[in-house]
């Protein structure tokens, strides 16, 4: 089993920049890629970042690409979300999640940290 501990939201002005983390208690977290997800007020839970198991590889959405920035640390078992110039529309309860090398779908999910944007 896989706990995932999200850290880092809270309220910051338009154009301001929050760093999320998630803690994982897990022995292998080298072994799962790691993604960061979102869903704001009234919407579905949206794709925002993912990470390779070893960090080379760097994925996102277009809606955050440019501004939000994903890595890892896998001595930390600690996956990082930067974000940087938010907007108003960047507020949700962002997830982060793991996906086991031989998953197809994400297997385990944190609790969520509110992040709101002010204009």
């Known amino acids: 089993q896989v706990q995932l501990v999200e850290s880092g939201g809270g309220l910051v002005q338009a154009g301001g920049s929050l760093r999320l983390s998630c803690a994982a208690s897990?022995?292998?977290?080298?072994?799962?890629?790691m993604g960061w997800f979102r869903q704001a007020p009234g919407k579905e839970r949206e794709y925002v970042s993912h990470i390779s198991r070893g960090g080379s590889g760097t994925y996102y959405a277009d809606s955050v690409k440019g501004r939000f920035t994903i890595s890892r640390d896998n001595a930390k078992n600690t996956v990082y979300l930067q974000m940087n110039s938010l907007k108003p529309e960047d507020t949700a309860v962002y997830y982060c999640?793991?996906?086991?090398?031989?998953?197809?779908?994400?297997?385990?999910w944190g609790q969520g940290t509110q992040v709101t944007v002010s204009s």
């Open positions: 999640a793991a996906k086991f090398i031989t998953s197809l779908e994400y297997n385990y």
């Open positions: 897990v022995r292998t977290f080298s072994s799962y890629t």
